[in-house]
């Protein structure tokens, strides 16, 4: 055989061996954004495939490029199930860094792959009704590039509407992320599950009773006895969020919701601030029941519905219990949001422009502020 020839072959042959190896990631996704562990350092869990389909054990490489410049590689010893790999590798905090990772098999390296965007920062869950959600007048956008949100499948710049909130319009998140992400230095990644115009009734998990419905009923139902249930698909929802980030995996869930409470046109179907009290505490504790850790909860003074009907006493009494009691922890009082910051030329309950910017902006002061409290960092209980 010709040198020419000797040589073609043997490109083909590696090329052929390259290609038969296949590095996958399905953890950690290319804009993610993982929770710190500490101030300074994070656990990115790498999850993937070889490509193999067999049991044994591959040999990983990782390493980090921050502002051009790689760290050293690291090797991995990851266990695989039909070619299935579990590890975990230690990061800084900050970003955006890109993430290398490549097989060796002996001197070889046989298969590689990368993202481009990895963050070690901040990751929040919100929830609520719909100034939680994207019912805001004016769409917002990260200024910062450091903060992104997870759509379900993948992570994005968190440009709005939010992915898994209702509503087509504008959110407080953005500017929170923000505001925060200048505030820490680190990446902000959210988690949005807010759905408007819903009552604290219908958050409450499959089965839950109580006296009352709220103003709207399809998701809640009647029974025989005259009392009303939910049905438990906003629960379920919000447990399906919170879940796959395991202990420790976000730093808290934030919610902002008590409109569809307060001072309804009909009363009977106003919520007695006792009641909801009882109510978000059994959501709290049942949503961290279910996904086997506690997640510290953010809980707003929120009421408000228009001039003239700026906020109930008695709602604003029951979320600030909560607070007191050590159930959840104090976020920003937005029923003190009105004129220019609500929408429709101050007329409505939405927030406009300036009123989600002062709105994330409040958010962020509530949360950075206890984020430097040593509080924030003493390890989750497991439920």
């Known amino acids: 055989m010709s040198p020419w020839k000797s040589l073609t072959a043997c490109a083909w042959s590696l090329s052929l061996g390259l290609a038969a190896a296949e590095l996958q990631l399905s953890s950690p996704l290319d804009y993610q954004v993982v929770q710190r562990r500490t101030l300074n350092r994070g656990t990115v869990p790498l999850i993937g495939s070889d490509g193999s389909h067999v049991d044994g054990a591959i040999c990983l490489e990782t390493r980090f490029v921050a502002e051009g410049r790689p760290s050293p590689w690291i090797r991995l010893d990851a266990p695989t199930s039909k070619g299935q790999f579990r590890c975990s590798m230690e990061m800084p905090a900050g970003g955006w860094f890109r993430l290398e990772v490549r097989q060796r098999k002996g001197d070889s390296v046989v298969a590689q792959t990368h993202i481009d965007h990895l963050g070690i ?3 929040f869950v919100v929830t609520g009704q719909s100034n939680s959600a994207n019912h805001g007048e004016e769409p917002q956008k990260p200024q910062s590039g450091l903060v992104t949100t997870f759509d379900g499948t993948g992570w994005r710049p968190a440009l709005d509407p939010q992915p898994g909130a209702s509503g087509g319009g504008g959110s407080f998140l953005p500017p929170f992320g923000d505001a925060l992400s200048k505030r820490l230095g680190v990446p902000v990644g959210l988690v949005a599950c807010g759905i408007g115009a819903t009552s604290v009734r219908e958050w409450l998990p499959k089965g839950s009773r109580f006296p009352n419905p709220p103003t709207l009923t399809h998701r809640v139902r009647r029974l025989d006895s005259g009392e009303w249930e939910s049905d438990g698909a906003v629960f379920e929802g919000l447990v399906a969020r919170m879940a796959p980030w395991g202990p420790g995996g976000f730093r808290a869930v934030l919610w902002h919701q008590g ?18 009290r009882e109510y978000l505490t059994t959501v709290i504790q049942e949503s961290r029941r279910r996904i086997g850790w506690e997640p510290p909860w ?7 519905h228009v001039p003239g009907d700026e906020a109930s006493a008695d709602i604003r009494a029951a979320q600030a219990s909560l607070w007191q009691e050590g159930i959840a922890l104090e976020g920003p009082d937005s029923d003190a949001l009105k004129g220019a910051f609500r929408d429709s030329g101050g007329k409505g309950v939405h927030f406009s422009g300036p009123g989600l910017r002062e709105h994330g902006k409040r958010w962020a002061d509530k949360v950075g502020g206890w984020i430097a409290s040593p509080a924030a960092h003493r390890k989750p209980a497991a439920q």
């Open 259 to 276: 409109e569809s409470d307060a001072n309804q046109a009909d009363a009977s179907r106003t919520l007695a601030g006792a009641r909801y």
């Open 298 to 304: 953010f809980v707003a003074q929120v009421s408000y």
């Open 121 to 123: 920062g901040e990751v």
